[in-house]
């Protein structure tokens, strides 16, 4: 009997091989309800301080997840505070995801922390933080930080790599005198406020733990899904 070793897309069928045959196992720790704070805001601090204690690359990035249509969309970005219990990101609020939560204010986070077999995922209703929050971190930024935000008209289609080195050039050339750069009105932050968290802890043979908060009459209900 032969056996065809390519996909349709030509890739070679051992890559198929390799991907089915990808297992870990994950031996670093339990989650229990017991353990867990009661406030999963607290719960999260926790996890997160532990995964930049464990030197996790980049342990602040997530996925945001947002709706185009009847479509989901996800792209990694930096979460950069924790406010009022609200969870804080900055970016072009004319990019793609700009655009998608103007039209659908329901948006889900998830966190991957490898090392340490965790993985959190959040979900709630986002809205722009006030110009003052994202005037204080926009100054905080590197300068160079500072004027690709000027700069770059994000997620809008460009001819070359020239173009937007040209882009740059020309804002830099623009404020090449001026010490503090004004946070252009089209940049800033956005705050999510959760009301569903899942903490997720791998266990052996794939029976992870999976602690759950949703919040129901202003109060938050824990509860164990099966993994």
């Known amino acids: 009997m032969t056996t065809n ?9 051992d890559i198929n091989e390799t991907l089915e045959n990808l297992r870990g196992t994950y031996l670093n720790a339990m989650l229990d309800i017991k353990d867990c704070n009661p406030d999963p805001v607290l719960q999260f601090d926790k996890w997160l301080e532990d995964a930049v204690n464990a030197k996790c690359d980049e ?7 947002t709706i185009k249509g009847d479509r989901p969309r996800g792209r990694v970005v930096l979460l950069k505070g924790i406010h009022e219990n609200q969870f804080i990101f900055y970016t072009n609020y004319n990019s793609a995801k700009g655009e998608e939560i103007a039209l659908h204010d329901k948006v889900s986070l998830t ?7 965790r993985q959190v995922r959040i ?5 722009k933080v006030e110009p003052k929050v994202s005037d204080e971190y926009f100054h905080k930024r590197p300068r160079g930080s500072q004027l ?8 809008h289609k460009v001819a070359s790599r020239a173009e937007l080195e040209k882009f740059f050039a ?3 050339k623009k404020f090449a005198n001026t010490e503090v750069l004004p946070r252009p009105a089209h940049w800033g932050g956005y705050g999510i406020e959760a009301d ?10 794939r029976m992870h733990d999976r602690i759950c908060y949703e919040q129901k009459n202003g109060n938050w209900e824990r509860y164990r899904l099966a993994p």
């Open 5 to 13: 070793r390519h996909s349709s897309y030509g890739f070679a069928m």
């Open 59 to 65: 342990p602040n990035a997530f996925v945001l997840s």
């Open 111 to 117: 966190f991957l922390w490898l090392p340490l077999h």
């Open 123 to 127: 979900e709630g209703v986002i809205k």
């Open 148 to 155: 690709g935000a000027i700069a770059s008209p994000q997620s």
């Open 170 to 172: 020309e804002v830099d």
């Open 196 to 205: 569903y968290f899942e903490f997720w802890q791998g266990r052996n043979n």
